[in-house]
């Protein structure tokens, strides 16, 4: 695909029932479409000009409904493509369940760590080379996660300007056992989705960070009967889910407000780097499509 000039560098991958803000004209989008790379074809990319800001936009499970769950989600196309756009910075919103009593639902959290339970999902790019012994020391970007607690503040919206996410495989819920084992390994939200993204775009050198909110407590948290047919079979409750649906609507006011500030922001992030000490190694060089040739 041809580049465009002045693209975006920065690009936000929504969550669970992202499509809703194209489709009703809360985020407003030229439709790039899919993009087909080395790994299978993307989720569809748009491009959004909203204010002063202009970013790419990607719904991680599709554009109608759930189309794709968490297990299934082609993390490397999407990464890949985004890549492939010129993004150098991604944002992404996730949807989780909480480990604490005392999280509330609808809480943000500007996520700082996490822990990998996934099981079945390509995890790198560098699966046919001797490439991707990267350090985690700031699992999420930190002048990501910074602009992005600025957007929160400025916005007036509460937020927990730290968490654990701990991701599981999905797309079934967690036992009341594994909850007990996340609360006690220090997690504060459980999902499906970030890992192995968060990591995928480290590998390309792109800065990643992540808002989650809090859409029901785990199993046990909460005392809940079961109700069938009900979202989770009753796992939240009307008045948690009408709590989740006002945070949701305002995770377009707060990328808006992002894109706006990141251009300002001088990152003094090492995400941009991660990959330097492969480059000049023999076969590695700074095209990064080379480091990804079987
Ligand atoms: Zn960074």
């Not at 690009?11 to 029932?17: E, H, K, L, Q």
């Not at 194209?22 to 479409?33: L, Q, T, V």
Request: some cysteine.
């Amino acid at each position: 695909m041809a580049r465009r000039r002045h693209e975006p560098f920065f690009a936000v991958i929504g969550g669970s029932t992202a499509y809703e803000f194209i489709s009703s004209g809360a985020i407003k989008g030229e439709r790039i479409g899919r993009i087909d790379t080395p790994f299978g074809a993307s989720q569809p990319a748009f491009r959004v000009e909203a204010g002063d800001c202009s970013y790419f936009f990607m719904s991680r499970h599709g554009e109608a409904d759930f189309d794709i769950s968490a297990p299934f989600v082609n993390y490397r196309a999407n990464i890949y493509a985004l890549k492939d756009l010129g993004v150098r910075q991604i944002i992404s919103w996730s949807a989780a369940g909480a480990l604490k009593e005392t999280s509330e639902t609808g809480r943000f959290f500007v996520l700082d760590d996490c822990i990998d339970f996934t099981k079945n999902r390509e995890t790198t790019f560098f699966r046919f080379k001797g490439l991707g012994f990267i350090r985690q020391n700031e699992p999420f970007c930190p002048t990501m996660r910074a602009a992005t607690m600025g957007a929160l503040q400025e916005l007036g919206i509460p937020f927990n300007d730290r968490g654990t996410y701990i991701c599981t495989e999905g797309p079934r819920m967690e036992t009341p056992a594994e909850v007990r084992m996340f609360a006690a390994l220090g997690g504060d939200l459980v999902g499906m989705t970030l890992c192995p993204e968060m990591f995928l775009a480290r590998e390309l050198e792109m800065c990643y960070a992540s808002i989650a909110y809090v859409t029901n407590c785990a199993e046990g948290i909460r005392q809940r009967d079961y109700r069938p047919g009900r979202l989770y079979e009753g796992l939240s409750t009307r008045r948690e889910q009408k709590t989740v649906a006002r945070s949701f609507k305002l995770l377009p006011q707060v990328i808006a407000r992002l894109g706006e500030l990141l251009p300002n922001i001088t990152p003094s992030c090492h995400c941009q780097q991660a990959m330097r000490y492969y480059q000049g190694r023999s076969g590695v060089g700074r095209d990064w499509r080379e480091w990804l040739n079987p």
